[in-house]
């Protein structure tokens, strides 16, 4: 394998997954990103040009995304409409990038024999209970809340059946929550942060009582390149590093990292349909591909993280005012 056709590779995990791959492999990339709102080219610099070319384009243009399949040996797909408030307000971009361009791109990797891996969410699953030990695995029935979620879940759907019908070479991973540097403001982590930063106080959806699996992007991004060099096809590996965090205790963290009182945020609206508790048995993927996470201590992490929002204000600044606004008018 040679080349690679990443897209999505503007965004938070896309990028993240470019500069692994530029960093731990001698693979040239391509990104297909038509950056919308949450795409940042910025979020790319520093790749040296021989092992790296941008292409701005929309996975729904099957007549881009054919060209640029037949010129590459694997295609991994990051790119999605991906953030669940969005989802509730305006469904219909989310059909379109989601089920859509999916479609487009697995036709492309059908007609050329190019191997293809699906990068998913463990939200397809549905929620947990709260203080059971359940969690989901590779064989959980899909049960999706969300408009995102059920968008997501259909994705999948459509893999796993080009995999059986016309034996797409391809692999499927459902990722827990992920954090670190370069992540919209709009999504939960970063959010709080640059609210804290602005001097604005954090903002729990209801009780804040919902949990959440975190993992950092750089162990996603070091599982996803795993699964293209060992997966089997038309496995699913489920990924995740055992990090279950309930929402309120994430905000006092981050509040009592930034010097201010851990109990100095508000409870705003709930989020329509929220789902209460993700968490990821990634025993699979442990296993039978020999993973392991690597940047699995939180609270590190979650130092680090804000370390980076307050040196780059000038990669987030520009979407801050935007974002809260929208969050304003729906009340949350
Ligand atoms: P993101 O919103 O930060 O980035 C999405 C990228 O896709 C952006 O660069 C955007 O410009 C691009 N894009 C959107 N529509 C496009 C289109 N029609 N054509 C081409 N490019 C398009 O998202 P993210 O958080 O980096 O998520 C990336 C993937 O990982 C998604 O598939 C998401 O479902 C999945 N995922 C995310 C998480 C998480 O915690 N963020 C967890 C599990 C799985
Ligand atoms: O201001 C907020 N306050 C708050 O309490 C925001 C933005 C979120 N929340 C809550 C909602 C969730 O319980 O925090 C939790 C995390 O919210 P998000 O960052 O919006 O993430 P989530 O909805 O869990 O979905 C994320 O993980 C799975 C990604 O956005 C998805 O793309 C991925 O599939």
């Not at 790296?52 to 790119?79: C, E, K, M, P």
């Not at 729990?204 to 060992?230: F, P, T």
Request: aromatic share 10%.
């Amino acid at each position: 394998m040679q080349k690679l056709l990443v897209t999505g590779g503007a965004g938070f995990i896309g990028s993240n997954f470019v500069h692994h791959v530029v960093n731990t492999t001698e693979l040239h990339i391509t990104v297909l990103d038509k950056l919308t709102y949450a795409g940042n080219l910025a979020s790319l610099n520093h790749l040296p040009a021989e092992r790296f070319n941008f292409v701005h384009g929309d996975i729904g243009d099957a007549g881009l995304v054919d060209r640029l399949t037949a010129s590459v040996d694997a295609v991994v797909h990051y790119a999605a409409e991906s953030h669940n408030d969005n989802s509730l307000h305006d469904p219909r971009p989310f059909l379109d990038t989601n089920i859509i361009g999916t479609f487009t791109l697995i036709e492309a990797a059908r007609k050329h024999g190019t191997r293809f891996h699906h990068i998913s969410t463990d939200e397809v699953y549905g929620d947990l209970e709260l203080d059971t030990p359940e969690r989901f695995t590779e064989t959980t029935p899909y049960n999706p809340s969300s408009p995102y979620s059920s968008t997501k879940a259909g994705s999948d759907l459509l893999v796993r059946a080009w995999v059986r019908s016309f034996g797409l070479q391809a692999t499927i991973s459902n990722c827990s929550n992920n954090y670190g540097p370069y992540q919209h403001v709009e999504k939960f982590i970063p959010r709080q942060i640059t609210n804290v930063i602005d001097g604005i106080r954090p903002k729990l959806y209801g009780a804040g009582e919902n949990v959440r699996d975190w993992i950092h992007a750089n162990d996603h991004s070091s599982a996803v390149l795993r699964i293209l060099d060992k997966g089997v096809i038309g496995e699913t590996y489920l990924i995740g590093a055992d990090g279950e965090k309930n929402n309120k205790d994430v905000v006092e963290q981050i509040l009592t990292h930034m010097g201010r009182p851990a109990d100095a945020y508000d409870h705003v609206t709930d989020r329509p349909g929220h789902d209460l508790r993700y968490a990821i048995d990634s025993g699979k993927l442990r296993r039978e591909l020999g993973w392991t996470p690597k940047f699995s201590n939180f609270d590190a992490g979650i130092e680090d993280t804000i370390a980076w929002y307050r040196d780059n204000e000038e990669w987030w600044r520009p979407q801050k005012a935007e974002t809260e606004a929208k969050y304003q008018v729906q009340g949350q």
